[in-house]
């Protein structure tokens, strides 16, 4: 059974750097989607990030591009969440997702179907 468990999130002021991780256990996560979401108070979970583990190929919402960066350790069955230069707008729980079938978009949540629990990403002004 595929279970994902992230860790990393807290609190930081504006600007400063988070790196979420998510451990994967129960899958070879050498040829995956996987991804990361939030979900803020009061709205939807969105995508944010994935990767396909395969290739290295990379998508990004716009509202992060250039600031948080995705990347993979297949030895660790780990993925991570770079984020940099954080906003209070970034102020979310963020879940880990992961996919071992072809997927349209990796960045759509109905695309995965393994989920983490969450980790709280808290940033203040």
């Known amino acids: 059974q595929v279970q994902l468990v992230e860790s990393g999130g807290g609190s930081v002021q504006a600007g400063g750097s988070l790196r979420l991780s998510c451990a994967v256990s129960g899958y070879t996560t050498s040829s995956m989607y996987m991804g990361w979401f939030r979900q803020a108070p009061g709205k939807g979970r969105e995508g944010v990030a994935c990767i396909y583990t395969g290739s290295g190929m990379t998508r990004y919402a716009e509202s992060v591009n250039g600031r948080f960066t995705i990347s993979q350790d297949n030895a660790k069955s780990t993925l991570y969440l770079q984020m940099n230069s954080l906003k209070p707008e970034d102020t979310a729980t963020y879940y880990c997702?992961?996919?071992?079938?072809?997927?349209?978009?990796?960045?759509?949540?109905?695309?995965?179907?393994?989920w983490g629990k969450g980790t709280l990403v808290t940033i203040s002004s």
């Open positions: 997702a992961a996919s071992g079938s072809w997927v349209v978009s990796c960045l759509s949540e109905s695309q995965m179907s393994h």
